[in-house]
């Protein structure tokens, strides 16, 4: 089974074949939420090769950027992701994935979410001290 070719907009928007755009590096932009609370995850890339083997084994398997190579997720760690739901945008250029977090956290840190620091924004942003714009936890 093979993706839907890309044809028009409409097509695209308001049809129901999944025809992936893939940028020019052939990545995808993946956000990984917990299915049951909802909270963000991480965010990842895919390739053609991994979104097809995470719609076929059920698990997240993401394209790693850094090392060039396929990654799925949990194989080492055990931080295993089962797929609960797939979604892609309306002109199918990103994804987003819901899943079951087993194993643990998400995060190589040890932590839940990969998204475990805030920016201080607005009022907040200006009162704090410093030259830098400031992270917090939490």
Avoid at 10 to 33: C, H, M, R, S, Y
Avoid at 42 to 62: H, P, S
Avoid at 93 to 112: N, Y
């Amino acid at each position: 089974m093979d993706f839907a070719p890309r044809t028009d907009k409409q097509q695209l928007e308001q049809g129901l074949a999944f025809a992936p755009k893939f940028d020019e590096n052939g990545l995808i932009p993946v956000i990984t939420v917990d299915a049951h609370n909802h909270q963000v995850l991480m965010m990842a890339y895919m390739n053609r090769e991994t979104l097809r083997m995470t719609l076929e084994i059920g698990e997240a398997v993401y394209w790693s950027r850094s090392r060039k190579e396929i990654w799925h997720k949990g194989k080492t760690s055990g931080q295993i992701q089962r797929v609960v739901e797939m979604r892609t945008d309306c002109d199918q250029d990103a994804i987003v994935l819901k899943v079951e977090q087993r194993g643990g956290g998400c995060c190589h840190t040890g932590s839940p979410s990969c998204f475990y620091r805030r920016v201080p924004v607005g009022a907040e942003l200006r009162a704090s001290q410093g030259e830098h714009f400031p992270l917090a936890t939490a």
